[in-house]
């Protein structure tokens, strides 16, 4: 299997552009920026609810726990959510008329109970990025993406794991690339 590309800034941009002249396009910019400022894996996303990322008070949080079984390998975990994405949430939040905690955070085009299944979301992300014109990008690039930004800012790797949700920071590290801009700065520091 091919691993995941890490998009560049342009590439993201790129994305970001074309998603917003699409239908759906305040759910699928927020889904996307799940995986890329959060580093949620694609059946993460599909599977959160409103209940999830809302507090008592309507507010979105500032962290989501998934409980083990909602988790790849049945590792709990905590999400952090930027006070940037938090606020993408809130305005696409405030597009929905249902605001029920037991809903999808994202439902399909088929109602407001119908969730996207992992398959069916990574699917939509292929297709996102093709259309926009970035190759190579699958359903992972955004989790990818996360991880090279952070550890292009000197973020450790046990933090990056921890993030991740990963046990074993070897996987943390096939997540992340090093840009040659990042390469250049490093040679300058000698």
């Not at 580093?39 to 999830?52: C, F, M, P, Q």
């Not at 909602?70 to 305005?91: F, G």
Request: glycine share 6%; hydrophobic share 40%.
């Amino acid at each position: 299997m091919a691993t995941a590309k890490s998009l560049t800034p342009a590439e993201l941009d790129r994305v970001l552009t074309y998603t917003a002249t699409q239908p759906y396009a305040q759910r699928n910019r927020a889904m996307l920026m799940m995986t890329v400022a959060a580093g949620l894996r694609v059946s993460e996303v599909a599977g959160l609810t409103l209940g999830d990322v809302l507090d008592s008070t309507g507010c979105v949080r500032g962290e989501v726990f998934l409980a083990a079984h909602r988790v790849k390998h049945n590792h709990a975990r905590t999400i952090y959510i930027n006070s940037r994405l938090q606020q993408e949430l809130a305005d696409y939040i405030a597009t929905r008329t249902n605001k029920d905690p037991a809903l999808p955070l994202f439902p399909t085009h088929r109602g407001p109970r119908c969730s996207f299944s992992p398959n069916t979301l990574a699917q939509h992300f292929y297709w996102l990025y093709r259309k926009a014109g970035v190759s190579n990008a699958s359903s992972h690039s955004g989790r990818k993406t996360f991880l090279s930004s952070l550890a292009s800012q000197g973020i450790s790797v046990f933090v990056l794991a921890k993030l991740a949700g990963h046990r074993d920071i070897k996987t943390t590290m096939r997540y992340v690339t090093t840009a040659d801009d990042v390469l250049r700065k490093a040679v300058e520091l000698v």
